[in-house]
Structure formats: structure tokens, C-alpha cells
DNA sequence: TGCTCATTTCAACGTTCATCGAAATAATTG
DNA sequence: CAATTATTTCGATGAACGTTGAAATGAGCA
């Protein structure tokens, strides 16, 4: 994943109403929601809904598919998978285990905790 | 993590020099790195790095401590995980299997959260 | 065809954001 | 003490954002 394709897709993510939208659609399934449930779901204006939903889908967080009169959205695990690692790419100069918890390193070190500095 | 948090968090990340400056400090480790090796690293002004620190650190990414004339902030990656967990949380319905990748799908459970401070 | 349902488009509003220059603060050195 | 280095604060500027209301499109049904 590219720089603009992470702020575009973080940018996507860092609002309220779409942050619900698109964990709806994460939890939901590959097969997603037709965008009038998730108005109702998430007591959203069938405008704004469809506002956010463009973000989400210029980020290439979600896909939309037509069918009859409902347009059903449904998240992009690939985009949500190259995101995530994105961010923790290359993670103390590749010492994943100092940073990662176990389940997200290749290999399965024991994870020492270590003292946070002052924020 | 409460959703405010993460809205923070990826505000704080959906900008181009910010995300370059966060992903710096993950990949530089625990021990972190003084503002002014950051700033020449990445070409920028004092105060505008100051300025972006300063929205990172509100989001509980990075802390700070200081190192005689420098200020040595550093990735928190508690937080990172935390944000991670939180966009993954349940997805697709608890059978993660079908959108992560293998070494992500032993994610911390949802029912394990916390109650945290508000900043 | 006319009608209804589901969703989208458009224009406008007030708010928040990132960057800049200049000045201020904090810690060290002479 | 004064000078230097490292970083932060302040005030201003133009751009982007989220919400609203009204109108428009597209698909199915009588």
C-alpha cells in the first residue's frame, strides 16, 4: 500500500458515523448490507449515509453492488489488511516481537511488557 | 478502546507528514527519537513538527520525555494494538478466518475490553 | 403508464485543519 | 551573567470537512 492510499483510508476511518459504518460492515461479512439497514441501524439521513459511504469507497475500503432497488456495501478486507500493515511495517527495525503482541508476529516470541515513557 | 479514542487515533494518523512521523518512530523502536532528528529526517519546520506531535501525542500514539535540550518521543504501541483490535473487532460475524490473514486472526477477544480514563 | 421505494445529487452553512512567520521558553555552555 | 541550541507558543490565512433541506435519479409494481 501506498502513502495516499493509508491517508485516504485513515482519513476514511477517523469519523464517528463512518468509523460505525465501516465496523458494521466489518462485522457484518463479506457479503455486506444493503445501505438502507445501516441507515437504520446507525439512525443516519439516507444523504449523509451516502456521503460517508462515497469516502469509504474512494478510500477502497468498501465495495457496492446494486441489486434491485437497495445498493448493498460491503468491506474490502484486502484494503483494511494492506492498511494494517502499513502502519506496522517494519516495526522496530523488524524486531516485531519488542511491539506486536504474539498473535500478530510471524514467529511466536514471548512478549516482554516494557516501561512507557512519560506522556 | 472507546470509539472516541480511535477516532483520535486515526485523525491523528490521516496526515501525510504525521503518518510519516509516526511510522518513523514505530520503526525506530521503544527507545524513540529527539523531535529535531525527526524534523531532519523528514524535512520539516520546528514548529510544524511541534504541531503534529503535539495531535499525536493527544491521541495516546507517542509520548515524550525529555533528554537535556531534546525531547525524545517515542511510539506507544499499546495504543497501536489497541487500534488495531478495534477495527478488526468480530469481523465478519466472529469467523475471522474469512477476511485476516493467518497471522492476525488470533486477535484479542472483544469481551476482554476495558473501561479507560478519558485524556 | 403512473406510483412508490431506495438512494443519490446539489448548494449552502459554520467548523476544523495544516502551515507559516515571529516571538517565547527551556536547558546547556562560555 | 550572556550566548547558543532545541523546541514550543501565538496569531493569522486559505482549504477541506460534516450536516442539512430540497430536488432528482433509478428500479420495481399496479
Redesign the pocket.
Known sequence: MEKSNAVAAL?AL?????LDVYRLLVQAGPDGL????V?AALKL???????????LRGAGLVS?R?D????IYAARYDTMNALLGYLTENCCQGRAGRCLPAARTKRTPATARRKEPVT
Chains 1, 2 share one sequence.
Do not use: C, Y
Not at 14 to 18: I, L, T, W
Not at 34 to 37: N, T
Open positions: 482519513a477517523a469519523q464517528d458515523k463512518r444493503p445501505a438502507g439497514h441507515a439521513a439516507p444523504n449523509t449515509l451516502t456521503f460517508h459511504f462515497d469516502r457496492v446494486r434491485g432497488r437497495s445498493m
